[in-house]
């Protein structure tokens, strides 16, 4: 039988997880969870990879993306969103009042503000001067694990077993200006079957895209994979790829299946991921491939 409830969530975010679990005790939908779970890290500045206080663009400009799938296998999304700290409110509200799945830049935006979110400068003093400072040499080079930290991608299971997920992101720091990556899209980011499970990644977005990882993780466990073999085979579709410089780059997977089952993998060393099933919360540290 299956720990419930049970929240899983990429790096180590005890605040989101215990906020996703608290509404998973209170008799709440996946949904609910996976949204307030996201939520904690959107409003927190201190986290430079979501919401409030996100690293910028190259150009200064802080764009967030993000994603939410329920259990009935609905999407919703939004890309390239300034000024609105919530987008995964947003995600959802694409998810549920339109006719959409998927909203980009300045229309997103609008609906947000149309939808009653407040619009605020999102670029705070700390991450304003880590951009300045990056302005001096303006070197775009991905580092391992500190500028690809801490994007949220949160993955429930609720009392009636449903699941749901979500994925918020700031995206790479000093990205060129309109790069989308792979948080908030479907199949790459975060995927959702609730006859099978789900999964979701973090980590340099554009190998995650190339290799659809999310649904890769999601159909593997469908033809009967565990999570963790699922999660290893679809990075072994990134290292393996000619010439994958993945020695430079990192992307960590999580997944959970119906019977509660969880597996995670990454490239490189010091991924962890987030817990909270029937014995509290738990940091745990994944297995990875480069050894
Ligand atoms: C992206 N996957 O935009 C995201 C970045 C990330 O922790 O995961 N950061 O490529």
Not at 73 to 93: F, L, P, Q, T, W
Request: proline share 3%.
């Amino acid at each position: 039988t299956v720990n419930k409830p049970l929240v899983i969530a990429t790096w180590n975010t005890p605040d989101a997880v215990n906020a996703a679990a608290k509404v998973l005790q209170n008799g709440g939908t996946a949904l609910d969870a996976v949204e307030q779970g996201c939520r904690v890290e959107e409003a927190n500045p201190k986290n430079q990879t979501v919401g409030i206080g996100g690293l910028p663009d190259r150009d200064g400009f802080v764009t967030l993306d993000a994603c939410i799938m329920n259990e009935k296998g609905d999407y919703g999304a939004v890309v390239g969103v300034e000024n609105i700290k919530h987008v995964i409110s947003v995600a959802r509200k694409v998810m549920e009042d339109t006719p959409h799945v998927l909203l980009s830049g300045k229309g997103a935006e609008q609906f947000a503000v149309s939808k009653g979110f407040k619009k605020e400068d999102l670029l705070t003093e700390e991450s304003k001067k880590a951009w300045e400072e990056w302005k001096v040499k303006s070197e775009y080079k991905p580092i391992i694990n500190i500028e690809n930290h801490d994007t949220i991608g949160m993955l429930a299971m609720d009392a009636d077993g449903n699941l749901s997920g979500a994925c918020t992101t700031s995206g790479l720091a000093y990205k060129l200006r309109g790069r989308i990556g792979d948080s908030p899209i479907i199949g790459s980011g975060l995927f959702i079957d609730n006859e099978v499970g789900g999964a979701v990644a973090t980590g340099l977005g554009e190998e995650v895209l190339k290799t659809v990882g999310s649904f890769l993780i999601v159909e593997l466990m469908r033809q009967g994979m565990s999570p963790q073999q699922a999660c290893e085979e679809a990075i072994k579709r990134i290292v393996t790829k000619p010439n994958s410089d993945f020695k430079n780059f990192q992307v960590c997977y999580i997944a959970m299946n119906k019977k509660g089952e969880i597996g995670s993998y990454a490239i490189h060393e010091w991924f962890s991921y987030s817990k909270f099933d029937n014995k509290g919360y738990k940091n745990i540290k994944s297995d990875f491939y480069l050894k």
